[in-house]
T-cell receptor, first 115, second 114 residues
C-alpha cells in the first residue's frame, strides 16, 4: 500500500497526558498537511510542513500543539497535556509539491479520545 | 480569502435516481476546487478536481461537477445513485495564494434508499 499511512488509528489518552500522532506521506511526496475534524464538522487546516520546515502553522493552537517533519522518518503531530476538547479525528495529507492544482492525498486518520 | 459553502447538510435519494450536491465558493483569485468523499471511519478520497481547464470535470465512480464562475458554484452530480455512494461529501477550495491550505465546506451527508 503506497498511500498515506497514519498511526495509530485509534489513540486513547487521559487528561494531562501527551499524544503523538505519526504520518508517513506517500512515496515521493515531500509536503505534509495536518487537519483536524471535530464531530459533525468539516476538516480544519492545522499545519503545513516540508522536510525540516514548517511552512504554515496558522491553524495550530498557540499552546500544547507542535508538529515536525524531520529529514528522516514520519511527520509527528504532538499534543501535550491533552484536554477533553482535543478529542477529534486528525488527518494527515501529502502532495508531491505545492501547486494549486495538486490534490492532497489523505490517510485514514487517527481518532483521538481523551478520557 | 477563500471559502466554500455547502448548501445542504443532508441529502437523501433513492437508488437509481440522480444526485445533486450543491457547493458555492468565494475566492478573490481563480480557485482550485475539489470534491472529496469520506466513508465512515475512513480517510478522504478525491472524487474530482477543477484547475481552470475544462469547466465540466469528470471524476471517479460516475461523478462530475461543473464550474460556473458567474454563479460561483461547483455542484456535484451523478446520473444514477448507487447504495455504495452513501457517505459524507466535502467541497474544498484551494486558493491561488493560500499555499498548501485546503478549506473545507461543512460537508453533505448523502443517504441512498433502496
Amino acid at each position: 500500500n503506497a498511500g498515506v499511512m497514519q498511526n495509530p488509528r485509534h489513540l486513547v489518552r487521559r487528561r494531562g497526558q501527551e499524544a503523538r500522532l505519526r504520518c508517513s506521506p506517500m512515496k515521493g511526496h515531500s509536503h505534509v498537511y495536518w487537519y483536524r475534524q471535530l464531530p459533525e464538522e468539516g476538516l480544519k487546516f492545522m499545519v503545513y510542513l516540508q522536510k525540516e520546515n514548517i511552512i504554515d502553522e496558522s491553524g495550530m493552537p498557540k499552546e500544547r500543539f507542535s508538529a515536525e517533519f524531520p529529514k528522516e522518518g514520519p511527520s509527528i503531530l504532538r499534543i501535550q497535556q491533552v484536554v477533553r476538547g482535543d478529542s477529534a479525528a486528525y488527518f494527515c495529507a501529502s502532495s508531491p509539491w505545492d501547486e494549486g492544482g495538486q490534490p492532497q492525498h489523505f490517510g485514514d486518520g487517527t481518532r483521538l479520545s481523551i478520557l | 480569502a477563500q471559502s466554500v459553502t455547502q448548501l445542504d447538510s443532508h441529502v437523501s435519494v433513492s437508488e437509481g435516481t440522480p444526485v445533486l450536491l450543491r457547493c458555492n465558493y468565494s475566492s478573490s483569485y481563480s480557485p482550485s476546487l475539489f470534491w472529496y468523499v469520506q466513508h465512515p471511519n475512513k480517510g478522504l478520497q478525491l472524487l474530482l478536481k477543477y484547475t481552470s481547464a475544462a469547466t465540466l470535470v469528470k471524476g471517479i465512480n460516475g461523478f462530475e461537477a461543473e464550474f460556473k464562475k458567474s454563479e460561483t458554484s461547483f455542484h456535484l452530480t451523478k446520473p444514477s445513485a448507487h447504495m455504495s455512494d452513501a457517505a459524507e461529501y466535502f467541497c474544498v477550495v484551494r486558493g491561488y495564494n493560500q499555499g498548501g491550505k485546503l478549506i473545507f465546506g461543512q460537508g453533505t451527508e448523502l443517504s441512498v434508499k433502496p
